[in-house]
Nanobody, 124 residues
C-alpha cells in the first residue's frame, strides 16, 4: 500500500530557507498527482502546492514566488523548496498523493494518501 514519508522540517528564522522531502514507496508511480499541504492548530488544512503527472505546478497565492514544488521520478521523491520564509508559514507540512485528485483548492476532490507530516517553525 502507498506510503509517504516527509522529512526536512525544522526551526528557522524569518527570511531563511528550508527544503522538505517526501519519499514515496513503489505504489506511487509517475502518474500520481502529488501535493504539499500545511496544518496549523485552530486552522483548516491549507493546500500549498501541487504537481501533476506532466510536471505542471500550481501554488497557493500566499507562497507564489517563494516556494517551489518539484519531483524526482527516479527517486520517487517530492520536494518543496521554501525560501523567504515568514512566521505565518509555520505549521505541519504534509505530503499527499492521488491517482486522480490534483487540486489544492478548497472543496476539490480530496487526496487519498497522506504522510505523517514534518513540522516547520519560523521565528521572527
Amino acid at each position: 500500500q502507498v506510503r509517504l514519508v516527509e522529512s526536512g522540517g525544522g526551526s528557522v528564522q524569518a527570511g531563511g530557507s528550508l527544503r522538505l522531502s517526501c519519499a514515496a514507496n513503489r505504489y506511487v508511480d509517475s502518474n500520481y498527482c502529488m501535493a504539499w499541504f500545511r496544518q496549523t492548530p485552530g486552522k483548516e488544512r491549507e493546500g500549498v502546492a501541487v504537481i501533476d503527472s506532466n510536471g505542471s505546478t500550481r501554488y497557493a497565492e500566499s507562497v507564489k514566488g517563494r516556494f517551489t514544488i518539484s519531483k524526482d521520478n527516479a527517486k520517487n521523491t517530492l520536494y518543496l523548496q521554501m525560501n523567504s520564509l515568514r512566521v505565518e508559514d509555520t505549521g505541519m507540512y504534509l505530503c499527499a498523493a492521488d491517482p486522480t485528485a490534483c487540486s489544492v483548492v478548497p472543496g476539490s476532490r480530496p487526496f487519498g494518501y497522506w504522510g505523517q507530516g514534518t513540522q516547520v517553525t519560523v521565528s521572527s
